[in-house]
């Protein structure tokens, strides 16, 4: 039986950062964690609210109920960054960049906030420069051992940068891509990056972009790991209140849609043009008040509704409909629309680790690619769209002797 711990947390509640009063976005209700793949479908499984608030004080779209921390990073994490070939190539271009900042720095220092397997400290690790990992899903940490990179296995917050400034230096790049929005305390994650950075130092986050999400309905992003979803406004009102100054963005392609930004510590630092006219963009979308975010929460149950009628209609003409990618993503999709395996035979997958296992809360099998191989499924629901263009490269020949992909957002549609 399902372990279905009732939230003792009202819908509204307050804001992680100030403490104002919220207002709530959307409730999907009780959701088990989206990256707790079940070994066996009658495991106990956790359950929680999952629900979207606004900040109208710091702007700031973020989780109502959250998750501790030890539940979801720890050394059963799922999670494998090197798993796909274009995030593999992000990092690197990425590791590059940075090599490129710190080039002319003396002895620099680069901190990396959830290394995961080292994706991207590998490249600096072989260039030698110095550098720290800070990771707290053990098993996957292990992984960037083959590639020296260094690591310490912990949650980063203002204690562990205490740590970390007595034992090495400070640093000159603190980077997080992924992993920032992930920490509920994040005033202590500014603050430690506020004690560790030089001067002249840069905090570059990266993060799946909010108002993407909203432009596309891709309410999948929103799950118990993603307890912040950062914009411009709401990134630069942070910084601000911690000392930064929001001076640069560069949009990425990863993710369905993400954002550097870098943080220079000091209020007043001098900002690109650039982020003027991201600013602007998000007041034209009303991003700075809750009337803003009304359009996306009814898109939510608009594509819910269109998938489920689709899928309804093919399983009633008697096809063979599978999923494409276990992400975690899915678990709120999945659940939130009530689609199992009387509906999605099985989700085909590459992570090891998953492969054998029942998806969080649906109970679906997964499992090994090569199944979905020998069997093309007439019809393969895309699960892991971020990924589609990687995907629909590999899958050339399934989609030439016929096999469709079901994509999902902005709109449902058969490719
Ligand atoms: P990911 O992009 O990390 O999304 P999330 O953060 O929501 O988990 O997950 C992609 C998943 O899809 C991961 O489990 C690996 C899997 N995958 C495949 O099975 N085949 C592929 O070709 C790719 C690119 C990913």
């Known amino acids: 039986m399902p372990n279905k711990r009732s939230s003792q947390s009202k819908i509204k509640g307050y804001c992680k950062i100030c403490r104002q009063p919220t207002q709530l976005i959307f409730s999907f209700g009780q959701k088990p964690l989206a990256n707790a793949f079940l070994s066996k479908?009658?495991?106990?499984?956790?359950?929680?609210?999952?629900?979207?608030?606004?900040?109208?004080?710091?702007?700031?779209?973020?989780?109502?109920?959250?998750?501790?921390?030890?539940?979801?990073?720890?050394?059963?994490?799922?999670?494998?960054?090197?798993?796909?070939?274009?995030?593999?190539?992000?990092?690197?271009?990425?590791?590059?960049?940075?090599?490129?900042?710190?080039?002319?720095?003396?002895?620099?220092?680069?901190?990396?906030?959830?290394?995961?397997d080292g994706i991207m400290l590998r490249y600096l690790a072989a260039k030698g420069i110095n550098h720290l990992g800070v990771e707290p899903a053990g098993n996957v940490a292990d992984f960037s051992q083959a590639y020296q990179v260094n690591v310490l296995k912990a949650f980063f917050n203002q204690a562990t940068a205490r740590q970390i400034y007595h034992q090495y230096q400070q640093a000159d790049v603190i980077y997080g891509a992924n992993t920032i929005s992930h920490i509920e305390d994040l005033n202590s994650v500014f603050a430690g990056a506020q004690d560790l950075l030089k001067k002249d130092g840069l905090l570059i986050i990266e993060d799946p972009y909010f108002p993407d999400i909203v432009r596309q309905y891709s309410f999948d992003q929103i799950y118990d790991e993603h307890v912040f979803f950062f914009s411009?406004?709401?990134?630069?009102?942070?910084?601000?209140?911690?000392?930064?100054?929001?001076?640069?963005?560069?949009?990425?392609?990863?993710?369905?849609?993400?954002?550097?930004?870098?943080?220079?510590?000091?209020?007043?630092?001098?900002?690109?043009?650039?982020?003027?006219?991201?600013?602007?963009?998000?007041?034209?979308?009303?991003?700075?008040?809750?009337?803003?975010?009304?359009?996306?929460?009814?898109?939510?149950?608009?594509?819910?509704?269109?998938?489920?009628?689709?899928?309804?209609?093919?399983?009633?003409?008697?096809?063979?409909?599978?999923?494409?990618?276990?992400?975690?993503?899915?678990?709120?999709?999945?659940?939130?629309?009530r689609i199992g395996p009387e509906i999605l035979a099985y989700i085909s997958e590459i992570t090891p680790t998953k492969i054998g296992k029942f998806s969080p809360g649906m109970h679906i099998p997964i499992k090994a690619h090569q199944e979905f191989q020998r069997d093309r499924p007439p019809y393969t629901l895309l699960l892991a769209w971020n990924h589609q263009e990687e995907i629909l490269a590999k899958e050339k020949k399934y989609r030439a002797q016929g096999g469709k992909f079901i994509v999902i957002f902005p709109q449902v549609r058969i490719i």
Request: a positive charge; one cysteine or more.
């Open 232 to 337: 411009a406004l709401a990134i630069e009102k942070l910084a601000n209140r911690h000392n930064f100054s929001l001076v640069k963005m560069e949009s990425q392609p990863v993710h369905g849609g993400s954002m550097r930004y870098f943080l220079q510590p000091g209020k007043t630092r001098k900002k690109d043009p650039q982020v003027e006219s991201w600013l602007k963009q998000e007041h034209k979308l009303n991003l700075d008040k809750i009337e803003g975010y009304h359009n996306f929460s009814r898109g939510i149950d608009k594509l819910t509704g269109d998938l489920k009628t689709m899928l309804y209609k093919l399983k009633k003409q008697k096809q063979q409909i599978v999923g494409y990618g276990a992400t975690a993503k899915s678990a709120t999709l999945l659940n939130y629309a």
């Open 41 to 116: 479908p009658e495991d106990q499984e956790f359950f929680y609210h999952l629900y979207l608030v606004f900040c109208p004080v710091c702007q700031l779209v973020q989780l109502g109920d959250t998750v501790p921390p030890e539940k979801m990073f720890n050394d059963q994490y799922h999670f494998i960054s090197s798993t796909s070939r274009d995030m593999s190539f992000h990092f690197k271009k990425l590791a590059f960049q940075i090599l490129k900042l710190v080039s002319k720095k003396a002895k620099p220092f680069v901190i990396e906030i959830g290394s995961n």
